[in-house]
């Protein structure tokens, strides 16, 4: 069974920066590419970033660019995103999520972790 | 940046009624059209890819169409488990976007 764990979300204040990670297991973690999704509290999704299954290729949405920062570590299987300077704005659940091969389809995601950015 | 947008932002239905929800596309995007289904307190999952293509697991009451600009995910007969919010995304261009969401509500 596919399985995707976010964890690291918590309360940081504006200017903080905070880790996120997603252990993963089920599926063969180094041939699949990754991303992170985000939900503001009572709206829609928004992407975040991607990175191949050899972590070589990233991309970023404009809103995180120079802030954030995917990464991954295919011995142990698990995602990354690093987050600097933090804003109100980037108060979200964070999902990581994984593609469906060659098809670029979010087909699996993990249950979120909450990030509050607040004075 | 292609926007989707979804409209309305809910609608309201009783079981066993037919459900149409659609999404416009800013700019043509072939079929590059995913539709996922968000029930509260839990993470999106796959319904349809490639606008028509149902997913594993997808029952046949759901059903994708269209391509270009216009889209729409039609639910044949909602059953009590299919009132949720309902995502589209695209494949297109960077940046993968998705619209805002369209909440099926029991009337």
């Known amino acids: 069974e596919v399985q995707l764990v976010e964890s690291g979300g918590d309360l940081v204040q504006p200017g903080g920066s905070l880790r996120l990670s997603c252990a993963t297991s089920g599926f063969t973690f180094s041939s699949y590419s990754l991303n992170w999704v985000r939900q503001t509290p009572g709206k829609g999704l928004e992407w975040i970033s991607y990175i191949t299954p050899s972590g070589v290729t990233m991309y970023k949405a404009d809103s995180v660019k120079g802030r954030f920062t995917i990464s991954r570590d295919n011995t142990k299987n698990s995602l990354y995103l690093q987050m600097n300077n933090l804003r109100d704005e980037d108060t979200a659940v964070y999902y990581c999520?994984?593609?469906?091969?060659?098809?670029?389809?979010?087909?699996?995601w993990g249950q979120g972790t909450l990030v509050t950015v607040s004075s | 940046e292609i926007v989707l947008t979804q409209s309305p932002a809910t609608l309201s239905f009783s079981p066993g009624e037919r459900a149409t929800l659609s999404c416009r596309a800013s700019?043509?995007?072939?079929?590059?059209l995913a539709w996922y289904q968000q029930k509260p307190g839990q993470a999106p999952r796959l319904l349809i890819s490639d606008a028509y293509n149902r997913a594993t697991g997808t029952p046949a009451r759901f059903s994708g169409s269209g391509s270009g600009t216009d889209f729409t995910l039609t639910i044949s007969s909602l059953e009590p488990e299919d009132f949720a919010l309902y995502h589209c995304q695209q494949r297109s261009q960077w940046p993968r976007t998705f619209g805002g969401g369209t909440k099926v509500e029991i009337k």
């Open positions: 700019q043509s995007i072939s079929t590059d």
């Open positions: 999520a994984k593609e469906t091969p060659g098809e670029f389809w979010f087909e699996s």
